[in-house]
């Protein structure tokens, strides 16, 4: 049997409910780019015809997107609804996940940054929110000392203010040219304008 093929059909059922949806569809034809024995072909038909299937598709869903409500939970908020069809279109681009949170966060991260980049996605401040959440995910992960300097076109501070009170959208929010330091310190996470060097916990 070719246990590595039907392991990869197996893990791309549970991973998207649609593909199951194609599976019974298309029923024998399926699969057929994979190297899998006829028998292997009636198993995963069968697994996909089984009641407890949606749950398991369900539950590989939440842990994927688990990572990026928690670590970039205002640049989830600012998606608003917006959010899970680039869930979907990232997890369709990355067909081989490594289901752990840094490269969870990493990976949407910058496919959302590239949309941004590329003009896909408009959306005012978000990719201010999105690069200052990025940066301290990345930074949760080094050593004391470690550092990244940051930009923002708007005063961040006003940005996350106007956020957390829910109206974002109706605040005028100043340009900004400063930058900011971003460091470890006794193990918590701090920025502050290399202009002043008044401390700003993040």
């Given at each position: 049997?070719?246990?590595?093929?039907?392991?990869?059909?197996?893990?791309?059922?549970?991973?998207s409910p649609q593909l199951c949806r194609?599976?019974?569809?298309?029923?024998?034809?399926?699969?057929?780019?994979?190297?899998?024995?006829?028998?292997?072909?009636?198993?995963?038909?069968?697994?996909?015809?089984?009641?407890?299937?949606?749950?398991?598709?369900?539950?590989?869903?939440?842990?994927?997107?688990?990572?990026?409500?928690?670590?970039?939970?205002?640049?989830?908020?600012?998606?608003?609804?917006?959010?899970?069809?680039?869930?979907?279109?990232?997890?369709?681009?990355?067909?081989?996940?490594?289901?752990?949170?840094?490269?969870?966060?990493?990976?949407?991260?910058?496919?959302?940054?590239?949309?941004?980049?590329?003009?896909?996605?408009?959306?005012?401040?978000?990719?201010?929110?999105?690069?200052?959440?990025?940066?301290?995910?990345?930074?949760?992960?080094?050593?004391?000392?470690?550092?990244?300097?940051?930009?923002?076109?708007?005063?961040?501070?006003?940005?996350?203010?106007?956020?957390?009170?829910?109206?974002?959208?109706?605040?005028?929010?100043?340009a900004s040219t400063v930058e900011y330091?971003?460091?470890?310190?006794?193990?918590?996470?701090?920025?502050?304008?290399?202009?002043?060097?008044?401390?700003?916990?993040?």
């Amino acid at each position: 049997m070719s246990a590595h093929e039907f392991q990869l059909a197996f893990s791309r059922l549970i991973a998207s409910p649609q593909l199951c949806r194609r599976a019974l569809a298309a029923e024998g034809d399926f699969f057929s780019d994979l190297d899998l024995t006829e028998k292997e072909k009636q198993r995963l038909h069968s697994v996909v015809r089984q009641k407890g299937i949606s749950a398991c598709c369900s539950l590989y869903r939440m842990n994927r997107v688990t990572p990026v409500y928690s670590q970039l939970s205002n640049t989830c908020a600012l998606l608003g609804d917006g959010l899970i069809p680039l869930i979907e279109e990232f997890w369709e681009y990355l067909t081989e996940p490594s289901l752990q949170f840094r490269e969870e966060v990493l990976g949407f991260g910058n496919f959302l940054m590239n949309r941004i980049t590329t003009g896909s996605i408009c959306m005012p401040y978000l990719k201010e929110v999105l690069q200052l959440e990025m940066a301290m995910n990345e930074l949760s992960y080094l050593p004391e000392g470690a550092c990244r300097i940051l930009k923002f076109e708007h005063d961040i501070g006003c940005v996350l203010q106007a956020l957390a009170a829910g109206n974002l959208p109706d605040e005028s929010i100043p340009a900004s040219t400063v930058e900011y330091k971003m460091y470890i310190r006794n193990h918590k996470i701090e920025m502050d304008p290399l202009s002043t060097g008044i401390s700003l916990m993040a």
